[in-house]
């Protein structure tokens, strides 16, 4: 049976504060059985539940979720393999390849795709933009 504890209660505060939501009320034959919050994971289990939570972690830029997290496990993230980029920390991304016209004007890396000029950063040619018709 569940219960709900007033957001004033100590108890209730002190299970919040550490990533925990308590759902069972403790009885004189078992302890207060708890669960971990959401963005939380249970790092330890006992026989009365979810008795100690963790953050989940967050993945880096030049890295990918390799294994999304659970209310029991955390995110298992790993390095983007040569050729692939992540600038957000979910997935990596194959780098984009240029074409022989194309300038680099900033290298690839781990974390980012290799950038080219746009076209309007292209220089004025008497008063006219390269490439464009006459």
């Known amino acids: 049976h569940l ?12 299970f ?3 990533g925990l939501f308590p759902k069972q009320e403790c009885s004189p ?12 994971f249970c790092k330890l289990v006992t026989s009365s539940g979810c008795t100690q939570a963790e953050k989940h972690s967050v993945c880096k830029t030049g890295q990918r979720i390799k294994e999304p997290e659970t209310n029991r496990r955390d995110t298992v993230c790993e390095d983007c393999q040569e050729g692939y980029f992540s600038s957000e920390g979910v997935t990596c991304s194959l780098w984009a390849k240029c074409s022989e016209t194309q300038t680099k004007v900033e290298e690839r890396s781990s974390v980012s795709d290799v950038v080219h000029p746009s076209i309007h950063l292209l220089p004025l040619i008497r008063g006219r933009v390269a490439g464009a018709a006459a």
């Open 16 to 18: 919040l504060g550490h």
């Open 29 to 40: 034959t078992s302890d207060t059985f708890c669960e971990a919050l959401n963005g939380f």
């Open 3 to 14: 219960f709900l504890l007033r957001l004033n209660d100590s108890k209730f505060n002190y």
